[in-house]
């Protein structure tokens, strides 16, 4: 088992807006990220994403609880402990190219070395290191504003590779770049990462960023920890509507249980050919992927095309369903015309409550602070 490299335990933290009024935006968050472990904070925007990073960093104090680096306390607000960013053993990259215009590439990158009074002979190894491994060199005398995004990004990750850090934390690095840049990014921090083999605690909103990179991912919603686990098993069994919604393209139909038979709202004559879930509740939102349905012409739910797009890698069917409509993708070679009728099979369905409407209305509150 590998070792925990962080550690937190019931972190909250509370702001007191003058307007908008209390904001707990990290609610009692816990959890562990092992020694060389890629690991996502993933979320919508004011989830708590950035909060939980900065109070890992040492740059925000804690409401509740406790963080442990390398299996040291460095955060607590019980016994009131403290340590500062610099003592942490940190890199970080933040979302803004934090990067100083007025110091070239090799003074940006020296930085963090010449706070810490490393040795000149010494500076100049590790920042020509450092720079060779982000594709820099060349660049020691440029001054940053003559660089692309791509390379000023570079820069930041080169300084916080500069003193070997055990842990890198990093706040949506690649959201200022071009999408193709964001790929080849993507697989130099994974290049990186092997290489020096520090452990990464990855923040982001892109799901797909944070698939690739990840070996487990947290999914955070207004300030809660919803669910921790490997992409594969958070995109096969989300855990809640919001996870599901989150990963990859969902379809949620409202439904209805009534005696052991499931039926879509607003069609109580022809049940779905599908059994109860264990738990069912007479209301519940059924959810699957588009890619996930099967349309056929034999058994299943009895309907008609609405409408067909043909898309390059799959056909896209919109088709009735009790009131509601369902967005079915097949591969090409199932094909039904406009206005065919057709059945539908949902294959392994997950079963959810359904959500409160309050919910919506706190996550764009959130946005707003
Ligand atoms: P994310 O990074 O996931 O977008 P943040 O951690 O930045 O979310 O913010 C979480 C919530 O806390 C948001 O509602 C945000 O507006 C609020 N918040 C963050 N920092 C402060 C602050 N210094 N004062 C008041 N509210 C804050
Ligand atoms: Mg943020």
């Not at 090409?332 to 206005?339: A, K, M």
């Amino acid at each position: 088992m590998a070792q925990v490299q962080v550690k937190l335990e019931h972190v909250t933290k509370r702001f007191v807006t003058k307007t908008l009024g209390d904001i707990v935006a990290v609610d009692d968050f816990n959890f562990e990220v092992y020694e060389g472990e890629c690991f996502s904070i993933l979320g919508p925007s004011g989830c708590g994403k950035t909060t939980a990073l900065r109070m890992i960093a040492g740059f925000e104090d804690l409401t509740e609880g406790e963080i442990h680096l390398g299996g040291r306390p460095v955060s607590s607000s019980k016994r009131n402990l403290y340590v500062p960013p610099e003592e942490r053993d940190l890199g970080m990259v933040f979302q803004a190219f934090a990067v100083w215009p007025h110091k070239n590439v090799f003074e940006n990158v020296a930085y963090p070395l010449r706070i810490k009074k490393v040795q000149r002979s010494e500076i100049e190894r590790r920042v020509k290191e450092a720079l060779h491994h982000t594709s820099l060199t060349g660049l020691e005398k440029t001054y940053p504003s003559d660089l692309s995004g791509g390379q000023q990004q570079r820069i930041a990750l080169a300084r916080s590779i500069v003193t070997n850090p055990k842990v890198m934390l990093l706040d949506e690095p690649l959201s200022n770049l071009d999408p193709h840049l964001r790929e080849t990014m993507r697989f130099e921090l994974k290049e990186l990462q092997s290489k020096f083999g520090f452990t990464i605690i990855f923040v982001t909103h892109d799901q797909s960023e944070a698939m690739a990179l990840s070996d487990r991912m947290l999914v955070a919603d207004m300030g809660k920890i919803m669910q921790i686990d490997t992409p594969e098993n958070l995109y096969n069994r989300p855990i809640n509507r919001f996870v599901h919604s989150f990963l990859g393209e969902s379809t949620f139909l409202n439904v209805v249980i009534k005696d052991g038979k499931v039926y879509a709202k607003g069609d109580m004559e022809h049940p779905l050919d599908l059994e109860a879930p264990p738990n069912a509740e007479p209301e519940m939102i059924m959810a699957t992927r588009p890619n996930a349905i099967e349309l056929t012409a034999e058994k299943g739910y009895r309907t008609h095309v609405q409408t067909r797009i043909f898309l390059t890698d799959r056909t896209e069917y919109v088709v009735p369903i009790g009131d509601q409509t369902l967005k079915v993708q097949t591969p090409h070679r199932i094909t039904f015309s406009q206005g065919e009728s057709c059945s539908v099979r949902f294959v392994e369905p997950m079963w959810y409550p359904v959500e409160d409407a309050d919910a919506e209305k706190e996550r764009q509150r959130r946005q707003l602070i």
